[in-house]
């Protein structure tokens, strides 16, 4: 891996473009620091001239929300034959549709709160498509991340207002029942789940605000759970993560009620990773420094299109065969 040219992707073209460059800029300094031949790639609709033009060999996808996170870049980096970190396609595009993610957890029996679906054509009648569904309740968008939309609403009137700001980021919406209790975030490095954070914002619930600005929330690891809830939230995780066949890192968001039930929310397949983010934070109490993290991410990025190759094994050692040969060849040195 210490021969070949790693491209970092950063920047895209979602809502949570400023976080990414922050986790991008980040990794880079880690990988270069451990040694590897690691690049920058600023990602727009040309990334795949970039890709060609810098002659990457592995990617280390540093992309949150759409085109990054939804599998769209990891297809087009499986087409161009090039490993990347993290989850696959697949998996990729069922976590960051939440609606999907929790279909696949009901299948797999894995508590999530209760939930129905808006779309914008049924925008007319809100108060009709909730019913006796009650409240508290959370709105959010589908398919975005970092709470960009998500709101919590205790009546008809606010409501109607967050769907209507929700529809400005979405045509889809999920209706949550509110789940109060504490917020916990399971983090899994290659199948293992290595730990959890407990977050408690000192104002309102894990918004934008709180999970982006200094000091806004309170970080407790590990969670202050009894040792059978944490077992449980850890178990928990690590089924959420194979439910949606994630592989790499993930960090997969859990709700703890009052009366000690989990209800899983997501799993984040490109958790963030400015040095002050949940995961590095988790890795660093289980005893592994930020840049052995974004190490062992890398590792799983062959890792992870051989086990892929598995489906079509031609088509597994094709795209190895061809980032090998990238690698292998002088002018890329
Ligand atoms: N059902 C729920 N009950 C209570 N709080 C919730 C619920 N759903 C989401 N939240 C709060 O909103 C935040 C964002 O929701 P989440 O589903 O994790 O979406 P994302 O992080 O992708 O924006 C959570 O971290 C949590 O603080
Ligand atoms: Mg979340």
Redesign the pocket.
């Known amino acids: 891996m210490k021969h070949r040219r790693i491209g970092v992707l950063l920047g895209g073209m979602s809502s949570e473009r400023e976080v990414s460059l922050r986790t991008g800029e980040a990794v880079l300094a880690a990988l270069q620091l451990r040694g590897y031949d690691a690049h920058p790639v600023y990602v727009d609709r040309d990334v795949d001239l970039v890709l060609r033009q810098q002659r990457i060999d592995v990617a280390f996808i540093a992309l949150h929300g759409r085109w990054g996170e939804d599998g769209c870049i990891q297809g087009l980096l499986e087409t161009m034959g090039i490993p990347y970190t993290g989850s696959g396609v697949l998996a990729s595009a069922l976590a960051m549709d939440?609606v999907k993610a929790k279909e696949l957890f009901r299948l797999h029996n894995l508590p999530t709160?209760a939930y129905y679906v808006m779309h914008r054509r049924d925008e007319a009648d809100v108060m009709e498509a909730h019913g006796d569904f009650g409240f508290p309740a959370?709105v959010?968008p589908v398919h975005?991340?970092?709470?960009?939309g998500?709101e919590?609403v205790h009546d008809a009137a606010e409501l109607s207002a967050a769907c209507e700001r929700a529809f400005c980021f979405d045509d889809e919406l999920l209706i949550?029942?509110?789940?109060a209790g504490r917020?916990v975030s399971v983090a899994i490095v290659g199948d293992r789940a290595l730990g959890a954070v407990e977050i408690s914002p000192r104002a309102g619930?894990?918004?934008y605000g709180a999970k982006y600005t200094r000091g806004a929330s309170d970080y407790h690891i590990p969670p202050r759970l009894t040792p059978d809830r944490y077992r449980g939230i850890l178990t928990q995780g690590l089924r959420a993560h194979h439910a949606l066949g994630c592989g790499g890192a993930t960090r997969v968001?859990i709700?703890v009620s009052e009366s000690g039930n989990e209800?899983l929310?997501?799993v984040n397949t490109v958790p963030g990773l400015t040095r002050t983010s949940l995961l590095p934070k988790i890795a660093d109490a289980a005893g592994i420094s930020f840049e052995e993290l974004c190490e062992m991410m890398l590792m799983g990025a062959g890792l992870e299109t051989a086990r892929r190759g598995r489906g079509d094994r031609r088509a597994g050692h094709r795209a190895f065969a061809g980032a090998e040969r990238r690698a292998a060849a002088p002018e890329h040195h």
Request: aromatic share 12%; hydrophobic share 35%; net charge negative.
């Open positions: 939440k709160p959370v959010k975005e991340g970092s709470s960009v998500v919590i949550e029942r509110h789940i917020e619930f894990y918004d968001d709700m209800y929310l997501e």
